[in-house]
């Protein structure tokens, strides 16, 4: 199933962290994220904007999304640039919510160009 399709499930507990190779199997997925493997495993991506009031719009319709899976991103909010990391806390590490959250992200930026 494609993961944009997905929804997020409960994490219950380590078992749901995804193993290395998994990840990078999954981040071919959603092309322009980052992994990061140093200390907790995330992923990232920094999307531009012309504006800030684009900038800010397009956080609030990410946080809506992730309201909706409650699985929430870190935003960080900048003059005409917003960046995304994605981790599940409770794992301190990567599971499947991250990828299907991350996917969703790109499809609501596709909608925003």
């Not at 493997?37 to 992730?66: C, L």
């Not at 991103?73 to 003059?79: G, K, M």
Request: contains cysteine; neutral net charge; proline residues 4%.
């Amino acid at each position: 199933m494609i993961l944009s399709q997905k929804r997020c499930k409960r994490i219950e507990g380590d078992a749901d962290r995804l193993p290395a190779e998994t990840e990078w199997g999954m981040l071919v997925q959603i092309p322009g994220w980052e992994l990061h493997t140093k200390g907790t495993h995330t992923i990232s991506r920094a999307f531009s904007f012309r504006d800030y009031v684009s900038t800010v719009k397009f956080a609030n319709r990410i946080a809506e999304i992730a309201e909706g899976e409650e699985h929430y991103p870190d935003l960080h909010i900048s003059r005409g640039r917003v960046r995304v990391v994605l981790y599940t806390r409770p794992v301190q590490g990567l599971t499947e919510n991250d990828f299907i959250l991350a996917a969703k992200i790109d499809q609501l930026r596709e909608r925003t160009l």
